[in-house]
């Protein structure tokens, strides 16, 4: 699909933007292996628990879709019991 020019979102990305989104995406991937979550939650609290805190771009959208990912089997179980 984004071989086609009306439907690329990416296609008027710099060379430098669509880098960084890549380099994005696969952040937030490899943030939903489960053998990185209890080092992720702790991570954040240390950052949170700080006088001023301040969160990068990658790790907060990446914790995002990993909360999706693990509460996405719950919605099932809801919908189907």
Do not use: Y
Not at 11 to 32: G, K, P, W, Y
Not at 50 to 79: F, G, M, N, T, Y
Request: include cysteine; aromatic fraction near 6%; charged fraction near 25%.
């Amino acid at each position: 699909i984004l071989r086609e020019d009306e439907c690329n979102i990416l296609q008027n990305l710099s060379r430098e933007e669509f880098r960084e989104f890549r380099s994005l995406v696969i952040d937030m991937v490899l943030a939903t292996d489960m053998s990185f979550h209890f080092q992720q939650l702790k991570n954040m609290k240390n950052i949170l628990s700080l006088a001023e805190p301040s969160v990068d771009k990658s790790k907060a959208v990446s914790l995002v879709l990993h909360c999706c990912d693990i509460s996405h089997p719950a919605k099932r179980w809801d919908l189907h019991h």
